[in-house]
């Protein structure tokens, strides 16, 4: 007999009942408000067709690296899970089978976000009130993939119940924004925009850096092989992608250097990079220069610019070679800001009509680097904690060590970064709840008002966000 | 209508109240113990002059490089707060109109020490008892500018309200020291002590370098620009700083490397440094070295060695041309301690008769390398959470990290390294609450019986600092 | 008249009413479970020869760097202390002014797990009710040098008092292993095993390398300076140590880097290090290498690999020449994990049937490095807080950073690493009081369910290391 599963209304607010009254009222103001999505990975695709997602483990596991990967640790195959070849070899292809390993293994997630965002789903979206485990597993795959096979699990219908008021994805330059305008011209009415992440176009590491160029001029009519053309074709697209809505630029670097070189020599380089002749240092150089010229095209366009730097990407051979790009082995870095971003800071941090938006995966660098700077430099805010440090311990220490040098308003309320459209609602519920818990902690020991922290948790979970990322 | 201002007794205290009790008692008896403030940044003039502070834009905005940081952020021109230019050109000479841009702002510090701080000075300094907002400017800056005109908010007055039992100011060892000299044939009876810190004639990459080693040699009597000249007048400065009541040396370097050359080398890096032909590796080095000296001169006088390293000064390229120095661009770097400091240690660090204060902007640093350093070296203590961690969450991390390997007693109380004078009390005050609370949870879960704690409150807040420094 | 010792039943217990209740229950279940003791540095004569210890000091000070440490760092020398010196000079000898040295300056200890490990000792060991310090220093010391006399205090008595399912020391491969093969001999029952630490074989920098390399040779009869008998010894001496019960090896370099050479490049650096003409970078690059080899042995043999590094061992020169190594002045240094350990785990680190147990004096690796790592890799686990970290705050902080990435599943229960034997039942329980405790919030708080956290207390404490340890 599985046990029951219920979610308490409670959760995540800290334990002190004085501390607790403070945080359920603060909570009470901002639990509905709508969802603001400034930042994440759902598939346009979904909107625009608003087919039915197809059953339960390729809506919730294959596509879930946070899933996966756990499961991984613990010895169970990726290709036991239906994580797709590289090259096409054979994988599970029983999603019941899939969906029982999971089911057997989801005690590995005791105390992970995974295991509260996923519950969430569960008992929330699917209406489900016994835990997952091994004897529950299949009650579970037919509840699920029953209720996915109705209407009211179409993508655009759970959009609307979940509340979103804007939702971003997020396209590379060389992608035809096709779903994008196939949602425009929908008569539906929800508010999907892209961003513009052109890693695939600046980074001259990048698998088939050359032929990217290559597409981003026949997109562009520009000839994107000469430094002028090049940056035409920047200012082009990005241009088209705020025709769809963008309000904003992402770039995922593997650190936060910058450079700010003259014309001739970011020119050299660039076509250095086009033969595919950069040193690993040249390489590093032209994308450090890269995001100062996308800084200043953004002080041109208003597009907010998001800088998400230090994962070491593919960092398991084997898995790489056999799976692809983003199989749950991307592991962070130590990752230095400050003498990293000053060229870029010399050349626009004093612009207060410039938003540059800062996130990591060093926690180190909140007290010690990225409060001091968006505490000071106009142009800069803080990203909420960033993926491993999505969790209620990660924005627990995000704001600890942020606040008394940035304040809050050097921040930007949450962004959910997900390719897992079902958790969205979950997310930002934690986020509220962790905000408002961490807000109720200063009211109790008299270092707030609680009128004043209800009007940051609004602002956290509405007002910034909008503002900042201008939406 | 603005809200009212009203400081809780329980501020910072955590909040289950039990544990709450228990920090209310062990504060109780702390609370008005005088203040013991061995390291600071206080103008000696204002004490021998005893002059009126100006307004109230020039006592609490202006100089307070935390205040127009923040405001900066928002986007508020520094001349548009007062601060003066570097070319003398113009800026805001208005303090009222200073004073309405900071209060209808004063909502950004919501959650930083500052706003702690400067509600303190608001309710206990000035009386006032509605908060400070747009609403409220006019009628705080009334207030404030008025008590300045009176003789109680002189700067001996507040001195002595204050219950200041001694103050150490900094002073570099080409100042001439008068204010002191005129405190000291004042027949005023207020402990005002001087600091030496040399930096302007230890680095070479000070601007000024040589000329500050040539009025080294004219207040001495010393050829300066001669190796062992250079370092007699080491030895006489420190003695006529000693002479003002100076019990420590402080040195603020950009990292804590140490070198401990032969007389020869450091001889020839010495002339090198006088011609303005160090590289940046021989600059760092000859700091280093001088660190090793300065710790050995304290060896012979006694003079308490501060160490303050891991600043990137000036990272503002634009607001330090403009500007100046100290202008809150001032970012911390990661930091190291291990083969850093080894040199300096190997030399002096046995000495149990040596006293070397440590602080760090680098947080990470408390557990892995400094708590295990101080927990060992006899000559090595352990300074309070410095600048940007000068605050609750800062001072809590920094007991959580240090006090199971290098306890209480490897450390030295605290300093408030302030030049805001006004806020000193108040930071004084939260560094009693923040140690009792913390004794306080670990009396509550049985780590401490509470009557040692009690003890250690009171080594905290009176008993250590003396001692630690020698006052 | 000194104060009462009284060990509290709710010590460490988080300390607001409900959270300590359910702390409380879960401890309950979990604090008579037997002693797992996977990781430590018990002498294994003790075991074999089951002699009295000799005295107070002999036996709680002289040898237990944490003590003597604190103490040094107040100024007293290691000499008065009775630490031998390394020249055989003078040194204390009297163990009644040992003890009262220690006693006098027990306070120095308030706030670290030294202290808590110790009053354990005295209260639980020894039935003293009264705290330490100069007034009931001899009180001490005479009771417990009786206690000490007597049948109930030897090795094995207490072995079996403190409910030791099983030990592990560790050995060398040149150890001959004869206290273990008295153990194996005697007909008492105790299970005291071997574990494989090959650090003075495998690290060209270890004093006298060849000589051992020599010894190496003679115990195995293979002729370990060609590189393939070297390889044999290890195999050989692996499956030695095995048969003494050993199922671990251990590793404790000064960085996580590893390598993965040819067989022609290992051996040709194997070739110079015996001739001692590595460079330090070639002895780092034969040491990482020797990881990977250690690794493939472990998936031959099933023997469980322990990596420790991260410390700076030695810093303190001059200790180091007048007393050697181990006397606290080993320092923690900044580790890094991410490119070191990838040579290593491109070899082997998807084998799920391999174990790789990874620590860190380097806590900011907690959330950056290792939890993403341990997640991932189905090879990877982690160990506890070690050595600084094996306290309150330290295993806090442990779980805090490692438990949303990694869960608990990743994890392998409590170390106590110590030579410190009267201690392991305090370190064991300080261990189970703070997982209760931790997971007491996650109830709390509603993250997890009371029954699940009490099935992971279990787990912690008795499963895991005996699973992960293969034990």
């Known amino acids: 007999m599985s046990k029951p599963l219920r979610l308490d209304p409670d959760r995540l607010f800290p334990a002190g009942s004085g501390v607790r009254d403070i945080a359920r009222r603060l909570y009470q103001n901002v639990r509905e408000l709508p969802i603001i999505s400034p930042h994440g990975h759902t598939d346009p695709r979904w909107f625009a067709e608003n087919e039915p997602f197809q059953n339960p483990a390729e809506l919730l596991i294959v596509p879930d690296h946070y899933v996966f990967r756990m499961l991984y640790s613990d010895g169970v195959a990726l290709a036991d899970l239906g994580v797709p070849r590289a090259d096409g070899g054979p994988v599970e292809t029983d999603p019941r089978a899939i969906w029982r390993r999971f089911a057997e293994r989801y005690f590995l997630f005791r105390g992970t976000p995974t295991r509260m965002w996923l519950d969430w789903v569960f008992s929330e979206v699917f209406g489900l009130?016994?835990?997952?485990?091994?004897?529950?597993?299949?009650?579970?795959?037919?509840?699920?993939?029953?209720?996915?096979?109705?209407?009211?699990?179409?993508?655009?219908?759970?959009?609307?119940?979940?509340?979103?008021e804007v939702i971003a994805t997020t396209e590379s330059p060389t992608d035809d924004l096709i779903w994008h305008d196939m949602i425009a011209q929908s008569p539906w009415t929800g508010r999907v925009v892209t961003a513009y992440r052109p890693d695939n176009v600046v980074d001259p590491d990048y698998e088939g850096f050359a032929d990217h160029i290559g597409r981003f001029g026949e997109l562009t009519g520009e000839d994107t092989f000469s430094w002028s053309g090049y940056l035409t074709a920047h200012r082009k697209r990005r241009a088209d992608f705020a025709a769809r809505g963008a309000t904003s630029t992402d770039h995922g670097h593997a650190s936060a250097f910058t450079a700010d070189l003259s014309a001739a020599e970011a020119e050299t380089l660039f076509k250095k990079a086009l033969e595919g002749k950069c040193s690993p240092d040249e390489a590093a150089l032209f994308r450090g220069h890269m995001l100062?010229?996308?800084?200043?095209?953004?002080?041109?366009?208003?597009?907010?610019?998001?800088?998400?730097?230090?994962?070491?990407?593919?960092?398991?051979?084997?898995?790489?070679?056999?799976?692809?790009?983003?199989?749950?082995?991307?592991?962070?870095?130590?990752t230095g800001y400050v003498s990293e971003l000053k060229p870029l800071l010399d050349a626009v941090g004093n612009e207060p009509d410039l938003t540059i938006i800062l996130f990591t995966l060093d926690?180190?660098?909140?007290?010690?680097?990225?409060?001091?700077?968006?505490?000071?430099?106009?142009?800069?805010?803080?990203?909420?904690?960033?993926?491993?440090?999505?969790?209620?311990?990660?924005?627990?220490?995000?704001?600890?060590?942020?606040?008394?040098?940035?304040?809050?308003?050097?921040?930007?309320?949450?962004?959910?970064?997900?390719?897992?459209?079902?958790?969205?609602?979950?997310?930002?519920?934690?986020?509220?709840r962790m905000d408002c818990g961490f807000l109720a902690e200063l009211v109790a020991d008299h270092r707030l008002n609680e009128e004043e922290a209800a009007e940051i948790a609004y602002d956290l979970a509405y007002r910034l966000p909008k503002q900042a990322y201008r939406l």
Chains 1, 2, 3 share one sequence.
Not at 132 to 143: K, N, R
Not at 303 to 330: C, E, T, W, Y
Not at 385 to 412: C, I, K, L
């Open 129 to 164: 009130d016994v835990r997952l485990d091994a004897a529950s597993a299949d009650l579970y795959y037919d509840a699920i993939d029953g209720a996915l096979k109705t209407e009211a699990f179409r993508p655009r219908a759970l959009f609307e119940r979940f509340g979103i």
């Open 363 to 432: 926690e180190t660098a909140y007290s010690r680097e990225l409060a001091p700077l968006a505490g000071h430099y106009p142009a800069l805010k803080l990203g909420p904690a960033w993926w491993f440090h999505d969790s209620p311990e990660g924005m627990r220490r995000f704001r600890q060590q942020t606040t008394e040098t940035a304040g809050f308003y050097n921040t930007v309320g949450f962004n959910d970064d997900t390719r897992a459209f079902l958790s969205i609602p979950a997310r930002h519920d934690v986020a509220r």
């Open 292 to 334: 100062t010229e996308m800084a200043r095209m953004s002080l041109e366009d208003g597009l907010v610019m998001q800088i998400h730097p230090g994962a070491h990407r593919n960092h398991n051979a084997a898995v790489f070679s056999d799976f692809g790009r983003d199989k749950g082995a991307d592991i962070p870095t130590r």
